[in-house]
Structures are given as structure tokens and as C-alpha cells.
T-cell receptor, first 113, second 115 residues
Framework: GQNIDQPTEMTATEGAIVQINCTYQ??????LFWYQQHAGEAPTFLSY????GLEEKGRFSSFLSRSKGYSYLLLKELQMKDSASYLC??????????????FGRGTQLTVWP | DGGITQSPKYLFRKEGQNVTLSCEQN?????MYWYRQDPGQGLRLIYY???????QKGDIAEGYSVSREKKESFPLTVTSAQKNPTAFYLC??????????????FGSGTRLTVV
């Protein structure tokens, strides 16, 4: 089975840094995605990690440790527009489920002024 | 511009009626997916298709049906057997990337409300 865990809600203030954690247990692994989703809209791609380590992309960074089944998304210099749900998703790598994404429940981030 | 189009954006249905949600892509992607999203539930997979004329059930397929007669199209029918159909429905397509990752593209979603 697949189990992907992330906190339900987080809050932070403008200009701050926030780290959203994701832990996973899956029977096959071909990488981990982070998506941002505003209410009523489609998810938008933020990052993809398949090797251990940190990937930095502007204000957003994502980290992966495959041995620990752990990832985090780091958001720096928070802005009000960063208020959204952040989805962690694991890409499956084998058999009939090759290419399937398994999603966590999402972390609702609220940024206060 | 290539993309994936879902229609309609909002849909109202009376109880007991079947309704079909449209999903069309011009990205030449092989795989297509239907997800359902409820508050606090994340995205749950309904059906997916990795190739034309073939599809598999996802985790919550009961009360839904699909077809994949063309590569570009993957319509979802919500039948009267689906007990709680009010939700936000997302369609996606994907294809293996150069690095082996499957770049997903999502449609803008259809919000279905049963009245």
C-alpha cells in the first residue's frame, strides 16, 4: 500500500520561512513532487526530486531523503499569495501502476500580514 | 498552445441522473487520469488510462465509468450509482520525461454539485 503523510494546516507571517514536511511509505518509488494549489484551481508544479539532496528554485526549495522516506518543501520570504494548499505526491515506478502519482492530503498554509 | 481542457467548469445535476465530464488534451500524452478532490482529502484517483482503448480502476472507481477511444480524450461519466458525487474533479495527463519523471499536466477542474 501507499501511505503519504503531511500536516493538515500551518500558519506563518509575511517575510518568514516555513518548512512543510512529508513522509511516505510506498511499494515503489520514482520520485517525489510538490504542487501548489489555490482553492478551486488546478495544482501547479513546484518541484520534483528523485535523488537525495536539496533542489533550490528561487524562494522555494525541496529536499529528499529516500532512505528515510522523507521530504520537505521550504518556502522563504513568505508572501500573502503563498497562502494555498501544498500537495506532496509520490511517483510510482513499477508494473501496471508505473507513472501513477499518489497524493498526500495536502497542507493548507495561511500567511498572515 | 498545448494544454488540457476540462468542461464545463461548473455543473449541476439532479439526483438520479448520469452526467459526463469532458477532458481533452493536445499534448500528445499517452496517459490520462481522473481525480476527485474533497475538502481535507487530497486527490484520489478514480480511473486512469495509459494507452488508447485501455483503462484501469483507481482507488475510488465505484459509481464512475470512462472511455478512451482517442488519445486526446478521456471523458468521465458520473452515474446515479455514485452515492456522494458532489466534489471537484480534476483531469490530468502525463508522459515520461527525459529524466524518467512523468511530467503531469492538470486541467482547470470541474466542480460538480448534485441538487
Amino acid at each position: 500500500g501507499q501511505n503519504i503523510d503531511q500536516p493538515t494546516e500551518m500558519t506563518a507571517t509575511e517575510g518568514a520561512i516555513v518548512q512543510i514536511n512529508c513522509t511516505y511509505q510506498t511499494s515503489g518509488f520514482n520520485g517525489l513532487f510538490w504542487y501548489q494549489q489555490h482553492a478551486g484551481e488546478a495544482p501547479t508544479f513546484l518541484s520534483y526530486n528523485v535523488l537525495d539532496g536539496l533542489e533550490e528554485k528561487g524562494r522555494f526549495s525541496s529536499f529528499l531523503s529516500r532512505s528515510k522516506g522523507y521530504s520537505y518543501l521550504l518556502l522563504k520570504e513568505l508572501q500573502m499569495k503563498d497562502s494555498a494548499s501544498y500537495l506532496c505526491a509520490v511517483l510510482h515506478d513499477r508494473g501496471s501502476t508505473l507513472g501513477r502519482l499518489y497524493f498526500g492530503r495536502g497542507t493548507q498554509l495561511t500567511v498572515w500580514p | 498552445d498545448g494544454g488540457i481542457t476540462q468542461s464545463p467548469k461548473y455543473l449541476f445535476r439532479k439526483e438520479g441522473q448520469n452526467v459526463t465530464l469532458s477532458c481533452e488534451q493536445n499534448l500528445n500524452h499517452d496517459a490520462m487520469y481522473w481525480y476527485r478532490q474533497d475538502p481535507g482529502q487530497g486527490l484520489r484517483l478514480i480511473y486512469y488510462s495509459q494507452i488508447v482503448n485501455d483503462f484501469q480502476k483507481g482507488d475510488i472507481a465505484e459509481g464512475y465509468s470512462v472511455s478512451r477511444e482517442k488519445k486526446e480524450s478521456f471523458p468521465l461519466t458520473v452515474t446515479s450509482a455514485q452515492k456522494n458525487p458532489t466534489a471537484f474533479y480534476l483531469c490530468a495527463s502525463s508522459t515520461p520525461g527525459l529524466e524518467g519523471n512523468y511530467g503531469y499536466t492538470f486541467g482547470s477542474g470541474t466542480r460538480l454539485t448534485v441538487v
